[in-house]
């Protein structure tokens, strides 16, 4: 195993006790975290889902949309790529109609 490899490692397994420590998640966000943190791991994260994903977390979102969109991602089988684009669809029209100016 190279040094960068082993970092890799390090880095992985130091974010997944993180994650596991943080009392403020129930298990479902837990599974969904180390779940996504696979997929950024091993490099089989959809690159369009994560720029939703980044999008959202920069912020100033509706409290009733983010809400939305964190229960369709609980759930989300991310090893199933139509539900992952089905997703990143929904989170982009919601994250669009809360910049719609007459939903303010």
Known sequence: MSDIDKKIEQIYISSTKMICGLNSLNMEENNFLISLLDKIMHRKADELFITCLKK????????????IIKASLL?????????????????SDLLNYNNDGEND
Do not use: F, N
Request: hydrophobic content about 40%; aromatic content about 6%.
């Open 75 to 91: 759930p989300l089988d991310l090893d199933d790529p139509a539900a992952v684009k089905e997703t990143c669809m929904l989170i």
């Open 56 to 67: 959202w977390q920069a912020g100033g979102w509706r409290q009733d949309i983010k809400e």
